[in-house]
């Protein structure tokens, strides 16, 4: 158990709606991280957290959005989804910039 | 930018034997972290191995260690005394300054018994 929970485990949904994911980090972490796995783009860094504000940004569409909240806890808001959105998202958080970043279970989102 | 390069979709080994999985890098960057997740069938992502930029010793924890050629450019994973729970996907992984992980594409290793 890495000490990153994420909720919910399975979601399915159908095209054109919107879902949130949680995620909260190890205690004592201050950095949320949030990738996405699907297939075809493999695994994939979406967009970082830092005690609140965002640090960097990766490869996010303008339909996704993230935020991490005064507990540290993280939200990612995917809206209208397609059918490529269908994939495994997975928060990490670290405690250290140049430190290892411990996984969450991940949501496995499908867009159906 | 980042990039990672993991050249065996999938490989066998036998049961208590050891296998190299190869992963090279390309960074521009002087300071950088590499990495080593396992995803065992059930998807989630466990932290195996890190190696910083600027560590003269090779990487070791337990039966993991890192193959770490800086001029090459490589950060192979060996795994020594094969068991059969090391079935999975293994990802190499570098960190770049702002921490963001870029992943390779995966090494598929099925143990044998």
């Known amino acids: 158990d890495s000490g990153v929970t994420q909720t919910p485990k399975h979601l399915i949904t159908a095209t054109g709606q919107r879902v949130t994911l949680r995620c909260s980090p190890r205690s004592g972490d201050l950095s949320v991280y949030w990738y996405q796995q699907s297939l075809d783009q493999g695994l994939q860094f979406l967009i970082q957290y830092y005690n609140g504000e965002e640090r960097a940004k990766g490869n996010i569409l303008e339909r996704f959005s993230a935020q991490q909240f005064p507990d540290l806890h993280s939200e990612l808001n995917l809206s209208s989804l397609e059918l490529g959105d269908s994939a495994l998202y997975f928060c990490a958080s670290s405690n250290r910039d140049d430190y290892e970043q411990y996984f969450g279970p991940g949501t496995r989102l499908t867009v159906t | ?113």
């Open chain 2, 1 to 113: 930018a980042q990039k990672i390069t993991q050249t065996q979709p999938g490989m066998f080994v036998q049961e208590k034997e050891a296998v190299t999985l190869d992963c090279t890098y390309d960074t521009s960057d002087q300071s950088y972290g590499l990495f080593w997740y396992k995803q065992p069938s059930s998807g989630e992502m466990i932290f195996l191995i890190y190696q910083g930029s600027y560590d003269e010793q090779n990487a070791t924890e337990g039966r993991y260690s890192l193959n770490f050629q800086k001029a090459r450019k490589s950060a192979n994973l060996v795994i020594s005394a094969s068991q059969l729970g090391d079935s999975a996907m293994y990802f190499c992984a570098s960190q770049s300054p702002g921490n963001k992980l870029t992943f390779g594409g995966g090494t598929r290793v099925l143990v044998k018994p």
